[in-house]
């Protein structure tokens, strides 16, 4: 099959950052699931997405580090190309009318530096643990902070990995909530990545923590890790200088 040689490809002219939500029952959302919303959205909301070259040209969308399905998220990233110069203004309102609720368009930036994908150092998660006592989950995350080394085990699309929680672990505090004990904890990101639920095995590995209903999971941020060593920063905070 050729490709038609009267289709022209306009390069992109701008690039937009766009930070997202996924909120009560849209966590259940997979990554992929996610990818053919946002494309409808680009759509409906008329965003004059840039094409990549080829035979099936696709448009020029790059998603950052995605949270796993089952996670509410306050900080998604998805990189796009446009053909035209836009008001990030006035893509997020648009594209924030079309997405579900859910799924909420929270900022869109204009692309002003390079390396985006790499100041994402970290997450910072909020880990609800209905059913377990504010002490024991204390307990466990003191055991846990002192370990040098806990290792837990993933099945992972190479086989079953071993790797080392505690070592990806920044910082852990834990609260009372109303229902639950919580769990503030922030991770450092790596190959593999460890996710909220590694921690949780890592904690009942090092202390008497049962966890017997699913914890409630929620990003609260990711981006870079400040001067303090601990923080997690705005990834947006070099492209708002400009």
Excluded at 31 to 50: G, I, N, S, Y
């Amino acid at each position: 099959m050729a490709r038609d040689p009267g289709r022209e490809i306009v390069p992109a002219v701008q690039k937009l950052r766009v930070q997202h939500a996924k909120r009560g029952p849209l966590r259940f959302t997979s990554h992929r699931d996610f990818q053919r919303a946002f494309e409808r959205a680009l759509k409906r909301a008329e965003v004059p997405m840039a094409y990549s070259a080829g035979f099936s040209p696709h448009p020029k969308i790059s998603y950052a580090n995605a949270a796993p399905t089952g996670v509410a998220s306050e900080a998604e990233y998805v990189e796009i190309g446009v053909v035209e110069v836009c008001d990030p203004k006035k893509v997020l309102a648009a594209l924030d009318r079309v997405l579900p609720p859910g799924l909420d368009v929270i900022d869109v930036v204009q692309a002003n530096s390079p390396d985006f994908v790499a100041r994402l150092e970290a997450s910072h998660w909020k880990i609800e643990l209905p059913g377990v006592a504010y002490a024991a989950l204390e307990d466990a995350v003191t055991k846990f902070l002192a370990a040098s080394e806990v290792l837990v085990e993933r099945m992972t699309k190479s086989g079953l990995r071993t790797f080392d929680a505690r070592n990806a672990v920044i910082r852990g505090v834990t609260e009372s909530g109303s229902d639950c004990a919580i769990l503030l904890v922030v991770v450092r990101h790596g190959v593999p990545a460890v996710r909220p639920d590694d921690v949780l095995v890592a904690l009942t590995k090092v202390a008497d923590l049962a966890v017997e209903i699913p914890a409630r999971i929620t990003r609260l941020a990711q981006g870079p890790i400040l001067e303090d060593g601990w923080s997690v920063g705005d990834p947006f905070a070099l492209d708002r200088i400009h």
